[in-house]
């Protein structure tokens, strides 16, 4: 829980991970301000948190050790931006991925807040030089990227910009613990971070394979789902490299030559487009339709899948 001195938080675009962000961080006792270009935004996103959070306490799901209400209090809207951030200890950007408006968005920031706030923007794939250099702020600036549906995957990617403080990444990491999420640190800057380079790694070998006909699409994804995912859910690929042989060093000795003969077969990078688009669309369409209601429904399946994992992740995590 924070304590009544902690400064609050402000989340400056109330869409889908905006609203998350705030529900975080009231879980964890803090007080949220919302804050929206589209003063209609922040009306949906404190009506749809409240549902949420109700949902959420009902099916005994809610996070944190305080009631829905107790929650809901916490969290306000503003629709002046220069008022929200009076005070507030850290400052979560969330407006749609486009450079040009993260960067005004910053700037804008820049001139309002104190030396000691943290900005942080919730970024997909933005790299902190683009988006940070020239700010007065620089060294409180870091992106801090979440995992959707944030409130059930709970790592979040902390990106520094070259000159951001460590103190920065030192606050941000401690705060995100506070709100139960799982921060991981990046020591540099890389394109895609490190979780979608190593998704894009798989998409792209996975559509090489389906590409030559090797396996079909449903297979593809049955692979990942009840194979590498069941285990990748618990442990690492290093730590299953550990496991799977008597250490990674004699799994190295083991399985090294075969990786690399395998690994040198690997094909450039695909163009994703044609009948192999064509031919995915089709297998993935016959189990789940692309049409908003089919693709609605099997994301709150996906949603509920994924908070019985989390609970079970708690139960099973060593002390
Ligand atoms: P969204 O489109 O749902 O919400 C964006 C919000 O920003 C809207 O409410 C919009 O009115 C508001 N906005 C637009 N211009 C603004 C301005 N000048 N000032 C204040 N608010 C403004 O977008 P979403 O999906 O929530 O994404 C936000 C960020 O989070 C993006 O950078 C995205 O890459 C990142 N992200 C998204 C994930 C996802 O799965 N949706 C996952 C991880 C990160």
Redesign the pocket.
Same mark, same amino acid.
């Given at each position: 829980m924070a304590s009544p001195a902690a400064g609050g938080v402000v989340i %400056? =675009? #109330? =869409?889908? !991970? =905006?609203r998350s962000w705030a529900m975080l961080f009231a879980s964890g006792g803090f007080k949220v301000k919302l804050?929206? !270009? &589209?003063q209609q935004?922040i009306t949906n996103a404190l009506e749809n948190i409240r549902k949420e959070m109700k949902l959420l306490e009902q099916s005994g799901s809610l996070k944190g050790s305080l009631s829905a209400e107790q929650q809901l209090s916490l969290i306000s809207g503003c629709g002046n931006l220069a008022e929200a951030v009076e005070g507030a200890m850290h400052i979560q950007e $969330? %407006? @749609? &991925?486009n450079l040009e408006? +993260?960067k +005004? !968005?910053f700037a804008q920031l820049d001139r309002i807040v104190d030396d000691r706030v943290i900005l942080s #923007?919730? #970024? #997909? $794939?933005l790299l902190p030089s683009k988006l940070f250099t020239g700010l007065a702020h620089v060294k409180q600036c870091v992106v801090a990227? @979440? %995992?959707?549906p944030p409130y059930y995957v709970p790592l979040v990617e902390l990106v520094p910009h070259p000159e951001t403080a460590p103190a920065t990444m030192d606050r941000t990491y401690a705060l995100m613990k506070r709100i139960g999420q799982s921060p991981v640190r990046l020591l540099k800057e890389i394109d895609g971070f490190v979780l979608n380079r190593l998704q894009y790694a798989v998409i792209s070998e996975a559509w090489r394979m389906m590409e030559e006909g090797i396996v079909s699409p449903n297979d593809l994804d049955l692979v990942m789902s009840d194979g590498l995912g069941m285990r990748y859910a618990f442990i690492g690929p290093l730590e299953t490299m550990h496991l799977n042989a008597e250490g990674i060093v004699s799994y190295c000795d083991r399985y090294s030559d075969g990786m690399k003969r395998v690994l040198k077969t690997f094909g450039p990078v695909p163009e994703f487009s044609g009948a192999t688009v064509e031919k995915v669309n089709q297998d993935i369409c016959m189990k789940v339709p692309d049409d908003p209601e089919h693709l609605a429904a099997r994301r709150k399946w996906r949603d509920d899948c994924l908070m019985k994992l989390a609970k079970l992740k708690h139960q099973v995590q060593p002390q």
């Open positions: %400056v =675009g #109330s =869409g889908l !991970i =905006g804050y929206d !270009i &589209e935004q $969330c %407006v @749609p &991925e408006l +993260k +005004k !968005i #923007s919730s #970024s #997909s $794939c990227h @979440p %995992v959707n």
